[in-house]
């Protein structure tokens, strides 16, 4: 089994490292992740100018190939798939971090594994809750190595990723979960250069609804979360409801 490891930290993460490794025993594993943090870019690729995809040996990766490359979360996913051999399945993480509810518009890391299920290969998005002194990276990589090995051993749905988060303790087990309510309440804060200018920082306060269910309870309760995720965005109860009120409506458009 061939295994492509991305990641939106950056190749030098202590969380893409402890995944790669935890992986080791399920398969040929290679990793190509930016070669600096890619945080919030969000599914953005790289068109209006060339990449660079470099292997690098000072990343502490050991026998695992490593390679870095100056783009994209996705631009590694499409560069290591189209490079290193289509892989049987792209990982991507372990993000510092939860990504939940709404973080998904713009994780770097849910894009890795967004690219991956849009090239029709199974993926995986894993991310930790950041909160506390120590991040548990190699605890949860050994749980991310049971779900990547469940996804090789039965497959997803087309067009279907999985989106992981762990508590950043030692789990009570899985919940399946839905989308929450999390997301970051922006605000822009102005300050003022030496030479008088202003300039801005758009800053961010995480809030959601503890609600049964969704992938913010489940980790707050101390569970591992794993939400499928559809590229498919179409309301399609909607668009059946639209479609008949349009041809009632505006029939010159029917």
């Known amino acids: 089994m061939r295994i492509l490891v991305a990641n939106d930290d950056g190749i030098f993460s202590p969380g893409i ?3 790669a490794f935890a992986l080791r025993g399920l398969g040929e594993v290679n990793v190509v992740a930016p070669d600096v ?13 060339p990449l660079r995809f470099k292997h690098t040996a000072s990343a502490g990766f050991g026998e695992i190939p490593a390679y870095r490359v100056d783009g994209t979360p996705a631009d590694c996913v499409v560069l ?36 991956g299920a ?3 290969i199974p993926s995986i998005a894993f991310s930790l809750d950041a909160s506390g002194e120590e991040l548990r990276f190699d605890e949860a990589a050994r749980h ?15 067009k279907t990723l999985l989106n992981v988060n762990f508590p950043n303790r030692s789990p009570l087990g899985i919940r399946i979960t839905r989308l929450s309510t999390h997301r970051y309440e922006d605000s822009v804060v102005k300050r003022i250069d030496p030479e ?6 758009v ?10 269910g969704t992938d ?21 109860a909607f668009a059946a409801e639209l479609r008949e009120s349009f041809r009632l409506e505006i029939p010159q458009l029917g």
Request: aromatic share 8%; no cysteine; charged share 15%.
């Open 203 to 212: 800053a961010g306060k995480p809030t959601a609804e503890l609600e049964e």
């Open 37 to 49: 943090e890619q945080s919030g870019v969000g599914h953005s690729i790289t068109f209006r100018r």
């Open 144 to 158: 991310a190595a049971s779900i990547v090995r469940w996804v090789l051993e039965h497959g997803l749905p087309p």
């Open 118 to 120: 849009s090239l029709g």
């Open 17 to 19: 490292k402890a995944l």
């Open 196 to 201: 008088g200018r202003p300039y801005y920082w």
């Open 80 to 115: 290591g798939s189209q490079l290193l051999g289509r892989p049987d399945v792209v990982v991507s993480g372990i993000n510092i971090g939860v990504n939940m509810g709404l973080d998904l518009t713009h994780s770097g890391t849910v894009a890795a594994a967004l690219e």
């Open 216 to 236: 913010f309870w489940a980790v707050q309760q101390g569970y591992i979360s794993v939400t499928p995720i559809t590229l498919d965005y179409t309301n399609h």
